[in-house]
């Protein structure tokens, strides 16, 4: 009973003042920061730049709350699409865990220019399904802040992709007689590829699916793996549907080698 007044009150709270405003006073008074850094702290468009910090308190359900934390960054607006703001929510962590975040660029590559970010612990209402959920949110505290800077390829600068194979393989295990409306995961493997610049840990991997064959869509991957990854596991997909799949390696500077090599998803377990 307590807990649906609590609810409640929040939410005419949110009507009568303004949710903004309400996270901005919830925000207002932060706790001593904690130390956040990211590396590196200076890179080109095509750079992956990493997040770290220590979780100050431990984040999932709490008393009817969902609680996360928040990764987001913004520079200066630039031509050609390239992104000049980014946010990632934290998957749960415990307190006093080291967190890390990597914040991508995209297929287009970050505008040029100096980026401010924070990391905020933030809390909204946790509803079971179907049931009236108020729609809030609280920071609870700025947990740190942090900058980079994206510079552009210096002339004679790194404008070769790396040389990259492409993908070996793309399989699944159903491990039996297939039920309808049943799911798995794709396994994706490859060899590392190779770059004249960006050592192999800092190479990522588009992931590219279709369909049909030869349908990719490469100007928007499907999935981007981590830096350094030689392989790849999918969210789960119908087992009943037929999926191709493509892999390219994409370097810091953000060129990407041209591959078509292409894979089926096969399940040798049937």
């Known amino acids: 009973m307590g807990r649906t007044f609590v609810g409640f009150w929040a939410l005419a ?5 303004g949710c903004g405003v309400m996270a901005a006073q919830a925000g207002a ?13 200076q890179g080109y468009p095509g ?8 979780a100050p308190d431990s984040t999932g359900n709490v008393n009817g709350m969902r609680r996360y934390y928040v990764v987001a960054a913004s520079g200066p607006a630039g031509s050609g699409g390239c992104a000049s703001q980014v946010t990632a929510y934290v998957p749960d962590a415990q307190a006093g865990s080291r967190v890390r975040v990597r914040l991508a660029p995209g297929r287009t590559g970050w505008c040029l220019g100096d980026f401010h970010g924070t990391v905020t612990e933030q809390e909204q ?20 802040r942090f900058s980079f800077l994206v510079a552009a390829q210096p002339p004679g600068g790194d404008v070769t992709p790396p040389v990259f194979a492409g993908l ?3 399989t699944t295990c159903t491990g039996g007689a297939v039920r309808p409306g049943e799911t798995a995961p794709y ?12 050592p192999s840990s800092q190479i990522v991997y588009d992931i590219f699916m279709s369909n049909s064959p030869g349908a990719e869509n490469f100007s928007r991957p499907t999935w981007t793996s981590p830096p350094g990854a030689s392989s790849f596991t999918t969210p789960k997909l119908s087992v ?14 953000g060129n ?5 090599v292409e894979r089926r998803g096969v399940d040798p377990c049937v």
């Open 29 to 41: 008074e932060e706790a001593a920061h904690h130390r956040v850094t990211v590396r590196p702290s």
């Open 13 to 17: 709270m949110c009507v009568l003042v």
């Open 240 to 253: 009943t549907d037929t999926f191709y799949f493509v892999v390219r390696a994409r370097d810091q500077a």
């Open 256 to 260: 990407e080698d041209p591959n078509r």
């Open 187 to 198: 396994h994706l493997i490859w060899k590392p590829a190779h770059d004249d610049v960006t």
């Open 47 to 54: 750079t992956w730049f990493g997040v770290r910090f220590r």
């Open 168 to 170: 070996e393989s793309a």
């Open 125 to 144: 209402p946790s509803c079971a399904f179907r049931q009236v959920c108020p729609d809030y949110v609280v920071v609870i505290r700025t947990v740190g």
